[in-house]
């Protein structure tokens, strides 16, 4: 079972300073907490539940996570890849699943992330998950 907190996450302040992020707009796992201002959604969770099986050692993890792009890249990708897979285990409706890969591939090639995929990509290889 995963656990949550509505409390900030212990590197927030470094999260803020890199990244630009708003509490409430994000979802931050660390260790094996995730952090985020209301209830996470089941998918969100899935999504989360990567990061957690990730970060073995979380500052480790954190540390290279903030400078590594190539790196951050393969671990949303991973993450991003899961909750789509969940998302498809629980519809088929083929509409719907194309707004889910749309909107996950906005949030993977989006700012948050520090552009690090242009959409098109992202939404190829989230689209790719089996």
């Given at each position: 079972?995963?656990?949550?907190?509505?409390?900030?996450?212990?590197?927030?302040?470094?999260?803020?300073?890199i990244f630009n992020v708003k509490w409430g707009d994000v979802v931050v796992t660390y260790g094996d907490t995730c952090?985020?201002?209301?209830?996470?959604?089941?998918?969100?969770?899935?999504?989360?539940?990567?990061?957690?099986?990730?970060?073995?050692?979380?500052?480790?993890?954190?540390?290279?996570?903030?400078?590594?792009?190539?790196?951050?890249?393969?671990?949303?990708?991973?993450?991003?890849?899961?909750?789509?897979r969940y998302l498809k285990s629980i519809t088929k409706d083929k509409n719907t699943l194309f707004r889910f890969n749309?909107?996950?591939?906005?949030?993977?090639?989006?700012?948050?992330?520090?552009?690090?995929?242009?959409?098109?990509?992202?939404?190829?290889?989230?689209?790719?998950?089996?």
């Amino acid at each position: 079972m995963i656990k949550t907190s509505t409390e900030k996450p212990p590197n927030w302040s470094k999260l803020v300073k890199i990244f630009n992020v708003k509490w409430g707009d994000v979802v931050v796992t660390y260790g094996d907490t995730c952090y985020c201002e209301k209830e996470v959604p089941s998918d969100l969770i899935v999504h989360e539940s990567v990061h957690m099986r990730q970060q073995i050692n979380p500052k480790k993890w954190w540390k290279r996570y903030y400078k590594d792009v190539q790196f951050r890249l393969e671990q949303e990708t991973e993450a991003y890849k899961e909750q789509f897979r969940y998302l498809k285990s629980i519809t088929k409706d083929k509409n719907t699943l194309f707004r889910f890969n749309d909107r996950l591939a906005r949030d993977l090639s989006s700012k948050i992330y520090g552009n690090c995929i242009d959409y098109q990509t992202a939404f190829e290889l989230i689209k790719g998950a089996k």
